[in-house]
């Protein structure tokens, strides 16, 4: 769970 968290919030800050 943390793991999918942090990923997911890597990927937006790229995003952006």
């Not at 769970?1 to 952006?16: A, D, I, L, M």
């Amino acid at each position: 769970s943390t793991g999918n968290s942090k990923g997911f919030f890597v990927r937006q800050t790229n995003k952006s």
